[in-house]
């Protein structure tokens, strides 16, 4: 087994929001719940998409909604993969962490938590 090693002064370099000092200090951002900065290959694709694609998905018979739903499926194959899920349809997308948060309480919640149960957060 190899062990890869962590750059984070290149990794910080593909985050453009981090370029940047706050009070004199190199910024640090660790609200990432609430939202994550993206790097600058993400910026770039969400450029394009916004450019290009933008649509809806799931939801138009058109060419550009055609475009957003493949590359949003083909996105949800990706991470399915990633993550070593059995299938894409196992990858659930969420706004955020309290919809995904209350998304497995109550999916897997309700199947396995019993009364008596104590819960640890």
Same mark, same amino acid.
């Given at each position: 087994? +190899? +062990? *890869?090693?962590?750059?984070?002064?290149?990794?910080?370099?593909?985050?453009?929001?981090? =370029?940047?000092? /706050?009070?004199? %200090?190199?910024?640090?951002?660790? =609200?990432?719940?609430? +939202?994550?900065?993206?790097?600058? *290959?993400?910026? =770039? *694709?969400?450029?394009? &998409? &916004?450019?290009? =694609?933008?649509s809806?998905? %799931?939801?138009?018979? %058109? !060419?550009?909604?055609?475009?957003?739903? /493949?590359?949003?499926?083909?996105?949800r194959a990706?991470?399915?993969?990633w993550?070593?899920?059995?299938?894409?349809?196992?990858?659930?997308?969420?706004?955020?962490?309290? !919809?995904?948060?209350?998304? /497995?309480?109550?999916?897997?919640?309700?199947?396995?938590?019993?009364?008596?149960?104590?819960?640890?957060?």
């Amino acid at each position: 087994m +190899t +062990t *890869a090693t962590l750059d984070p002064v290149r990794i910080r370099r593909e985050f453009p929001t981090l =370029d940047q000092s /706050v009070n004199g %200090h190199p910024l640090v951002y660790l =609200d990432n719940a609430a +939202t994550s900065q993206k790097p600058r *290959a993400v910026l =770039d *694709a969400l450029g394009a &998409y &916004y450019e290009n =694609d933008n649509s809806n998905v %799931h939801r138009g018979i %058109h !060419e550009l909604s055609r475009r957003a739903t /493949v590359a949003y499926e083909e996105s949800r194959a990706k991470v399915a993969s990633w993550v070593g899920a059995t299938e894409p349809a196992e990858i659930v997308w969420t706004r955020g962490t309290t !919809e995904a948060i209350n998304l /497995v309480s109550t999916a897997w919640g309700l199947n396995n938590v019993r009364e008596g149960d104590e819960i640890l957060i």
